[in-house]
């Protein structure tokens, strides 16, 4: 048993920062790993994390947390609980399982760094539980839906997605490596756990796991909380390195970090929380839109997060990013929909009669607008021929999220018509984008993006054979018992709207 009390060593064990006398600090802390922008040492010492833990209690809770979630799997496997749940909400999950669970453990790496190269003790320290964290996040999410693949083979995507060049994989990945496994330290905290975790993550998985309970998945719901919990805890490395940062003159830059990872951050938010909150949760669970959800939580909380530490919201927020709460993830939703074999998990239309409106209440206009592709996309699947309802060609790609390119039906929603896709002529070769945003963080570091083939530059490299949507499947991973079908079996287009009293 340990002879000391916590009081007595615990300031001086979680913060022991000295001065090098045998080597320069920047041997020990390179620029590319450490980004130090020039504040000295004594500085970066300043650093305040505001939960403060001993590597004993971390131990404890973390065996309790694991204990409680691994006994919740063992139960509801035997009650079948999986069988039972809606298929939409399974879809959900899918989606999430492919794209969560080996970032989770990529983001151990990116923790890793944090915890040998940030500039003060006590921020290493913090990374170093960090790390034990992300690792058990992937070790945990990959386990739970491991144990459903003999139910479902689309688990199976749980650990193979990030794996292969699957569309979302290719985002996933190019997102991922900018924010965290190709990144310094410095970044890391500002994009990886100030604006990612802390503006993005850590209230979805709030949001999520409070979804799971109300629609029966207690599995699921206990996951996603027990992350959570450890979430919390390693996202608070961003704010202190953002207030040495902007102590030290350096807010530009931070400022910059933010703008580009809120973004990022976004797109690939609207494409997995988007789908799920406004199609694919069953109607009666659903507590909020993704909109209302969004101006609640990130957009609120962002905002007093920007004031208290003197910093602005990003240069695109009333511009470009407001906007488009009321039209970019739907666009995705229909896009995703229609080329539902490239995708792991089985896209839910979510627009049966009274789904439909539900979102005409939450997004007005919304009939006018994407119901109007809706409406012929159901009276094809009524007419028997669904076939017109899947892809021949192939979308553009955004070379900088690698999300298809979306655009709002301009002559109904006005002025948001533009011209798209953004371009950009660089070192010879033609980049898209999907909006100003993606061209402008592009240009702002060419040399770290320009390399990276979309998924349609590699078919137009001739690297997809043969290029058809048969050849693109094939290269993307997807057999026939994984492709994306309409998850209810397109009962939704035959639901009659119910007479009126
Ligand atoms: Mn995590
Ligand atoms: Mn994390």
């Not at 704010?239 to 703008?259: F, Y």
């Not at 699947?381 to 301009?410: D, H, M, S, W, Y």
């Not at 798209?420 to 060419?446: D, T, V």
């Not at 137009?460 to 290269?475: F, N, W």
Request: glycine content about 6%.
């Amino acid at each position: 048993m340990p002879k000391l009390q916590r009081q007595q060593y615990y300031d001086l064990t979680r913060d022991m920062n000295w001065h090098f006398r045998y080597v320069d600090e920047a041997e020990v802390f390179p620029e590319a790993m450490s980004k130090s922008l020039g504040v000295p040492a004594e500085e970066w010492w300043k650093w305040d994390e505001p939960y403060k833990l001993t590597f004993r209690e971390y131990t404890y809770n973390q065996v309790d947390k694991d204990t409680g979630i691994y006994s919740i799997k063992s139960v509801t496997n035997r009650a079948n609980l999986y069988e039972k749940l809606d298929s939409g909400w399974r879809s959900a999950i899918k989606a999430h399982y492919g794209a969560i669970p080996v970032p989770e453990y990529l983001a151990s790496i990116g923790e890793a760094r944090m915890a040998r190269f940030g500039r003060a003790a006590a921020w290493r320290n913090m990374a170093t539980f960090g790390a034990l964290d992300e690792t058990r996040h992937g070790q945990a999410q990959a386990w739970f839906p491991y144990s459903l693949i003999d139910k479902d083979p689309q688990m199976d995507w749980a650990l193979k997605t990030l794996h292969t060049n699957e569309w979302g994989a290719i985002a996933a990945r190019h997102l991922f490596d900018d924010m965290f496994t190709a990144n310094d330290a410095v970044s890391t905290a500002i994009q990886l756990t100030f604006t990612f975790e802390t503006g993005f993550t850590n209230l979805q998985f709030l949001g999520m796991a409070a979804d799971a309970l109300h629609v029966g998945d207690m599995e699921f719901g206990a996951l996603i909380s027990s992350i959570q919990t450890d979430e919390a805890r390693h996202a608070q490395q961003g704010e202190p390195t953002l207030r040495v940062l902007v102590a030290n003159g350096k807010k530009a830059e931070a400022q910059k970090m933010v703008d580009i990872m809120f973004w990022r951050s976004w797109r690939i938010f609207s494409l997995l929380t988007g789908l799920s909150m406004d199609y694919y949760t069953p109607l009666e669970y659903r507590s909020m839109s993704f909109k209302e959800f969004m101006e609640e939580w990130i957009i609120k909380q962002f905002m007093d997060q920007f004031k208290d530490l003197g910093m602005n919201t990003p240069w695109y927020w009333e511009s470009h990013f407001l906007p488009e709460l009321d039209w970019y993830h739907h666009g995705l939703h229909l896009g995703v929909w229609f080329w539902r074999p490239t995708v792991w998990w089985n896209p839910d239309a979510g627009v049966s009669p009274a789904e439909r409106d539900w979102l005409e209440e939450k997004y007005p206009g919304w009939n006018d607008t994407f119901g109007r592709w809706w409406d012929v996309i159901t009276e094809n699947v009524r007419k028997g021929e669904a076939n017109k309802t899947l892809p021949e060609t192939f979308p553009v790609v955004c070379n900088l999220c690698q999300i298809p390119i979306i655009t709002p039906c301009g002559h109904a929603i006005g002025k948001l018509e533009r011209p798209i896709p953004f371009m950009l002529e660089y070192n010879g070769r033609q980049y898209n984008f999907c909006s100003e945003i993606c061209r402008w963080i592009f240009k702002e570091q060419p040399e770290r993006y320009h390399g990276h083939l979309s998924i349609v530059d590699r078919l137009l490299a001739g690297q997809i054979q043969p290029p058809t949507v048969e050849g693109a499947l094939a290269y993307m991973g997807l057999t026939p018992e994984i492709m994306g079908q309409d998850a209810d079996n397109y009962q939704w287009a035959f639901a009659e709207r119910k007479a009126a009293e």
